[in-house]
């Protein structure tokens, strides 16, 4: 009697059994992956809503040393507190990139404990084990969304609570 056993997977990425597995993880958490990237935007918009409002003082003082021209215009006269294109510069500005600077690694941290939440039950961890990849190609994947991700997803969204914070 002849023996069949089962060929290991290749030891080198493939790439389309990568992109199969990468589509299937972000098939089957798309709604947890949308649900924590709301999350993480509205907390920086709050937060950076609040360091704006907390420096009200700035903005009223840059509202009193504005000038009329003769026919009723504005004019801005900012003094030695001119930025580089002629704007005020925005004393919430450094605020909110020290709260990015800090919250980014928070971020990432939380993000990387829930990278392999799915295996906290018998058949999910049966089921991620008998996928036809490669070790390194499961956590890859994984490390692609949720880190990788979530670092884009950080920096649009300081760009967004930025903008909206100087809308505000």
Known sequence: IKRTTMKPTSKN?????????????LVENRHRLLLRSIMLLSILIIVSLFIGVSNINFYNDTIE?????????????????????????????LGCAMFFIFALPIALSISASLMFEN???????????????????????????????TIIIFCVGCLVADYIRYLI
């Open 13 to 25: 990425i493939e790439s389309s059994r990568f992109a199969l597995l990468f589509k299937k993880e």
């Open 65 to 93: 040393k504005s000038i009329l021209s003769a026919t009723g215009e504005v004019i801005s006269y900012y003094g030695d507190n001119s930025a580089m294109f002629g704007s005020p510069k925005d004393g919430a500005a």
């Open 119 to 149: 295996m906290s039950s018998k058949q999910n961890r049966i089921s991620l084990l008998m996928l036809p990849c490669t070790t390194f190609e499961k956590y890859l994947a994984r490390f692609i969304i949720y880190i990788l991700g």
